[in-house]
């Protein structure tokens, strides 16, 4: 499914600048990022810094409160904290007391997850390990006093077979050398030599990931931040050079044209397959990527949306990184864990459905829309995946070429069904009735057609 580490068609851009560059991006790394990708299919972004201690509004409270000075941000400031106060007065209060790496393993593993990304550093530029290019902005000097990388990255490799990706954030948005870097038009790259490009290599070799998401280019190009110098290094020379694989945010221009999975945007959703690996970045609170004290229960997403979400991402061929934001006292709030562990709960009967999976010539249904296809072709399976259970107890599968005495039709959990041709084409399945403890799920279930073409 990862056809290359980064898109080839613009041989003469910046991305392929070196020959070393081609050869690690585009013909060495393809089996493991192909299998990272096809096999994964759900990861979960956990976003945690000390942005999260006024847990207000959004995680790019920061900018909100003192560069866009929004009237709700400015307002809650003045309420409730003193006039001199500053945003790095809150570090002290990002305690993470509750923090227990070992529990998180434990929810992201029962939500069948196969991938955690931990951010590591988002625009505030506090970093959640102990940097030696952030001093006394990190949380093994201040908060916590913790390595939370290290304990995280521990606690996945010693009680799962979780993968360990990372999350980091390229830009800063107070940093004075960025702003004086975006002052020169980014002609002059103090701060990518001196802070950004320094981290990246400190994450690797410390923490060997097996994904590296990037975020935030500040509108910069990647020639300013040195990105393909960077990425030459990674694919050929680094500790993860036969496992890592990277996004496509490393620079203006970059996201949906080059990357060894392509994100888009955020909450990317096409509805539709595309040519190149894509994944689709959601967030459980639809209105940050941040804990919020003040969220009301209609900000986040059911079980049904989220599961719906996930059916849909991976029919068209995508991956589903799914964000929840921790407190500042290191828990996952319930609410989270729940949805969490409800996720785990479907995929334990469906997985079939959604890992190891290929995307099928028919994304969803033409007669039936909320039936969403996948397919095993090496098994000669296809999948049709209901997010409705129909109210006459059948449902009609336009798509698939089916043959008497040939095709088999089965409920996943629960058995053989009995289905019927019709004109001009497709089938109509008779789905079983069932009481709500007899049903194999909830929130939408599976029928798996063999001998259909």
């Given at each position: 499914?990862f056809?290359r580490a980064?898109h ?7 991305w392929?600048?070196?020959s070393?560059?081609?050869?690690g991006?585009?013909v ?6 192909s299998?990272?990708v ?7 972004l956990h976003?945690l810094?000390g942005l999260f201690?006024?847990s207000f ?5 920061w900018w909100?409160?003192?560069k ?7 307002d809650?400031m003045q ?9 790095q007065?809150f570090a002290?209060?990002?305690?993470a007391e ?8 434990d929810i992201?593993a ?6 955690i ?7 505030e530029g506090?970093?959640?390990w102990?940097?030696k290019?952030?001093?006394n ?5 201040v908060?916590p006093?913790?390595?939370l990388?290290d304990?995280v990255?521990?606690a996945?490799?010693?009680?799962s ?7 980091h954030?390229l830009f ?5 050398l960025?702003e004086l870097?975006?002052?020169n038009v980014f002609?002059t790259?103090?701060?990518p030599?001196s ?5 990246l290599?400190?994450?690797?070799v ?10 935030g280019d ?11 110098g960077?990425?030459?290094w990674?694919?050929?020379d ?5 496992t890592?694989?990277?996004n496509d ?6 996201i949906?044209t ?7 945007a ?14 689709n970045c959601m ?5 940050s ?5 003040n ?7 059911t ?15 995508g ?6 934001g921790p407190?500042?006292?290191g ?23 959604i890992?190891n999976?290929t995307?099928?010539?028919?994304q969803?249904?033409s007669?039936t829309?909320n039936?969403?296809?996948?397919c095993?072709p ?23 070429d089916?043959t008497?005495g040939?095709?088999q039709?089965?409920?996943?959990g629960h058995?053989?069904?009995h ?6 084409s497709?089938?109509?399945v008779?789905?079983p009735?069932?009481?709500?403890r007899q049903?194999?799920c ?10 259909a073409?």
């Amino acid at each position: 499914m990862f056809i290359r580490a980064f898109h080839s068609s613009d041989a003469s851009g910046s991305w392929h600048q070196s020959s070393k560059i081609r050869t690690g991006l585009e013909v060495h790394r393809l089996q493991a990022a192909s299998r990272v990708v096809r096999s994964g299919k759900v990861r979960h972004l956990h976003t945690l810094g000390g942005l999260f201690v006024p847990s207000f509004g959004s995680e790019w409270f920061w900018w909100y409160w003192q560069k866009q000075k929004l009237k709700p941000y400015v307002d809650f400031m003045q309420r409730n904290y003193p006039p001199d106060f500053k945003y790095q007065d809150f570090a002290p209060q990002f305690t993470a007391e509750f923090f227990d790496a070992e529990e998180w393993t434990d929810i992201f593993a029962s939500s069948g997850a196969k991938y955690i990304v931990l951010t590591t550093k988002h625009h505030e530029g506090f970093t959640l390990w102990g940097s030696k290019n952030s001093w006394n902005w990190n949380a093994v000097d201040v908060g916590p006093k913790r390595d939370l990388v290290d304990e995280v990255a521990s606690a996945l490799r010693g009680n799962s077979d979780l993968r360990l990706g990372l999350y980091h954030s390229l830009f800063e948005w107070f940093n004075p050398l960025f702003e004086l870097d975006a002052a020169n038009v980014f002609t002059t790259n103090y701060f990518p030599t001196s802070k950004t490009l320094p981290e990246l290599y400190e994450l690797v070799v410390k923490y060997k990931p097996e994904i590296l998401w990037s975020d935030g280019d500040g509108d910069a190009p990647d020639k300013y931040w040195n990105s393909t110098g960077f990425l030459a290094w990674l694919y050929n020379d680094s500790p993860v050079r036969d496992t890592v694989v990277t996004n496509d945010r490393w620079g203006y221009g970059s996201i949906c044209t080059h990357g060894g999975y392509y994100t888009c945007a955020d909450r990317y959703q096409p509805g539709h397959l595309l040519k190149h690996k894509w994944e689709n970045c959601m967030t459980i609170d639809t209105k940050s990527w941040g804990y919020r004290r003040n969220a009301a229960l209609s900000d986040y997403l059911t079980i049904e949306q989220i599961v719906a979400t996930l059916v849909e991402t991976v029919s068209c061929g995508g991956n589903l990184l799914m964000n929840v934001g921790p407190t500042h006292d290191g828990r996952i709030a319930p609410i989270f864990e729940e949805r969490l562990r409800q996720m785990g709960q479907w995929l334990k009967v469906n997985g079939e459905a959604i890992y190891n999976t290929t995307a099928w010539r028919a994304q969803n249904d033409s007669v039936t829309p909320n039936v969403w296809y996948t397919c095993r072709p090496q098994e000669k399976r296809i999948f049709a995946i209901l997010l409705e259970w129909p109210m006459d107890g059948s449902v009609i599968l336009n798509e698939p070429d089916v043959t008497e005495g040939q095709t088999q039709v089965e409920l996943v959990g629960h058995g053989s069904v009995h289905w019927e041709p019709v004109k001009p084409s497709g089938l109509r399945v008779f789905l079983p009735q069932l009481s709500f403890r007899q049903m194999p799920c909830q929130w939408a279930w599976t029928l798996r057609l063999t001998g259909a073409t």
